[in-house]
């Protein structure tokens, strides 16, 4: 059974930080792309960051990041723990939200990275909160 499993979320402060990680277990996922998603508070769910993407079999790999968090967000990843990162500085209070990690089940070429149909597995998410 494949599980993602989200931490390090929490409560913090306008500019400060936090890193949350995911652990996948349940099979080995190095050689997907993982991802990270939001969703705030009556607000659809929007895409963070990706690592690892291919828009082709033969192209090189790829990070993305949404363009409200570039600059600010890092996405990592330790494949001899079969977990990804996120980490989340100069954080602002509509930064505010659960935080999802998500990965496919198959190696995905395309350039939609960012639509969360392109991923079959989710975790259950992790509370970010940034009080202004």
């Known amino acids: 059974q494949v599980q993602l499993v989200e931490s390090g979320g929490g409560l913090v ?4 930080s936090l890193r ?6 349940g099979r080995t ?5 993982m991802a990270w998603f939001r969703q705030a ?3 659809e769910r929007e895409f963070v960051a990706v690592i690892n ?3 082709a079999p033969w192209s090189t790999v790829s990070t993305y990041y949404a363009n409200s968090v ?13 977990t990804v990162y996120l980490q989340m500085n100069s954080l602002k209070p509509e930064d505010t939200a659960v935080y999802y990690c998500a990965a496919p089940s198959r190696a995905r070429y395309s350039n939609t990275y960012d639509r969360d149909y ?12 940034v009080s202004s």
């Open 41 to 43: 508070p009556e607000k």
């Open 70 to 82: 570039k600059g600010r967000f890092t996405i990592s990843r330790d494949n001899t723990k079969n």
């Open 29 to 33: 996922f190095s050689d997907y792309a």
């Open 13 to 16: 402060q306008a500019g400060g």
């Open 53 to 55: 993407w291919k828009f």
């Open 20 to 25: 949350l990680s995911c652990a996948g277990s």
């Open 118 to 129: 392109e991923y079959t597995y989710w975790g259950q998410g992790t509370q970010v909160t």
